[in-house]
């Protein structure tokens, strides 16, 4: 069987993807022609609490991702022979919309 798109997700709540199990997604990945890999980043985290985030340096409201945990995501993730070279979507609040 060929896949014809491979779609890796990397999210500390992988559970909110679920609904990629349904309708016509759901039909392309049981067909073969999807493939969506959802990864939790807590996998690449080397603590006991699986620690992903931090306080922002200087103070402020909110938190601040780990680099480190993403890197060894992303360097896993690549080395994957079987996949194409892939094209790296980071959704965040202030960017445009993905259309």
């Known amino acids: 069987m060929v896949v014809d798109v491979y779609i890796d997700i990397v999210s500390i709540f992988p559970?909110?993807?679920a609904p990629l199990d349904q309708a016509l997604i759901g039909k392309a990945r049981e067909g073969g022609t999807l493939s969506i890999?959802?990864?939790?980043?807590?996998r690449w985290t080397g603590d006991l609490h699986r620690t992903v985030d931090d306080t922002p340096y200087g103070g402020g409201g909110g938190m601040v991702m780990?680099?480190?945990?993403?890197?060894?995501?992303?360097?896993?993730?690549?080395?994957?022979?079987?996949k194409p070279?892939?094209?790296?979507?980071?959704?965040?609040p202030s960017g445009k919309p993905f259309t």
């Not at 680099?67 to 079987?82: F, H, I, K, T, V």
């Not at 070279?85 to 965040?92: D, H, Y």
């Open 15 to 17: 559970d909110y993807f």
């Open 37 to 42: 890999d959802i990864y939790d980043l807590r």
């Open 66 to 82: 780990l680099p480190q945990p993403w890197g060894e995501a992303l360097d896993d993730l690549r080395s994957d022979p079987n």
């Open 85 to 92: 070279e892939p094209r790296l979507v980071v959704p965040t």
